[in-house]
């Protein structure tokens, strides 16, 4: 669903044209510095309680030491007013995320309004800081990766911050950080089945809120989380796998759409590699 600034705004990434002006705020090298900061405070924490005696209890708790980039890539609802819709899924995706055993010393967060947040110190939503941090990540653990994106979407690729990260330059990104290693890729935008081509892979789970041509629902001012991300939070706990995550995610939304009386339905979408199912993790 799409009105106002945002019907505008795709409009002008399918004809070519820069995308409007956008309010956010720049980055803000002291955020950057607190979020690398409180990583590595939780790296030293946990080879404190390791060297205290509490490793094994330490380990069996957060058995899951993969790379994880958790963002949020803008900040209005579709009507162009204010939302906080994606930093709710940015903020609560990400403690799902360390529930289930993802090592919080590997996971970064990051939002287009960083400074709003003074508990996860989410760094700023750019493409040079999510590509640096998650090539900063995988050097330190040689396990899979994780990126989760929430934000708007057009034919042509989502919104980040004030500009358009296009499914090529996406892949980039993963190609020279995660390499061959497992990887899982969600995607919470409309036309997010867009990045389906350039992201699969062997070693690849991709997982998209929409079809390519397809809007994705719930993106408004007062919305907790848009429908994709709500389904993603509430079965993430019980599904204990990725490749059941996105089964149960599909049949929410497809519920949750009905129910609202939204139409066409976003129909999620799914590619696994045929390496990558016996690599996932469980929890």
């Given at each position: ?221 007062d919305a907790r989380y848009p429908y994709f991300d709500t389904c993603v939070v509430q079965n993430l706990p019980a599904a204990h796998d990725f490749p059941t995550l996105a089964d149960r995610v599909k049949a929410c939304v497809r519920k949750r759409e009905q129910d609202t009386g939204m139409s066409p339905p976003s129909e999620p979408q799914v590619s696994i590699g045929r390496d990558v199912a ?6």
């Amino acid at each position: 669903m799409m009105s106002g600034w945002l019907r505008s705004w795709v409009h002008r990434s399918v004809t070519g044209h820069e995308a409007p002006p956008r309010e956010s705020p720049p980055p803000q090298d002291d955020w950057a510095r607190t979020g690398r900061a409180v990583r590595n405070i939780g790296i030293a924490c946990v080879a404190a309680i390791l060297l205290g005696g509490a490793g094994w209890y330490a380990l069996s708790q957060h058995h899951h030491k993969w790379a994880v980039v958790v963002v949020a890539g803008d900040w209005h609802a579709e009507d162009g007013g204010p939302s906080k819709a994606f930093d709710n899924s940015r903020r609560d995706v990400s403690a799902e995320l360390r529930q289930a055993g993802f090592d919080d010393a590997y996971m970064m967060q990051f939002s287009v309004r960083p400074d709003l947040d003074k508990d996860t110190h989410p760094l700023p939503s750019t493409m040079q800081n999510i590509g640096d941090e998650l090539a900063l990540l995988t050097s330190e653990t040689p396990s899979g990766c994780i990126l989760y994106f929430s934000t708007h979407g057009a034919p042509q690729g989502m919104l980040l911050g004030n500009t358009i990260l296009s499914p090529a330059a996406l892949a980039g990104i993963v190609d020279g950080t995660c390499g061959r290693r497992p990887t899982v890729i969600i995607i919470s935008a409309c036309y997010s089945g867009v990045f389906v081509p350039a992201l699969q892979g062997g070693n690849r789970m991709v997982f998209t809120a929409a079809r390519a041509d397809r809007t994705s629902f719930g993106c408004t001012q007062d919305a907790r989380y848009p429908y994709f991300d709500t389904c993603v939070v509430q079965n993430l706990p019980a599904a204990h796998d990725f490749p059941t995550l996105a089964d149960r995610v599909k049949a929410c939304v497809r519920k949750r759409e009905q129910d609202t009386g939204m139409s066409p339905p976003s129909e999620p979408q799914v590619s696994i590699g045929r390496d990558v199912a016996a690599n996932l993790p469980t929890w």
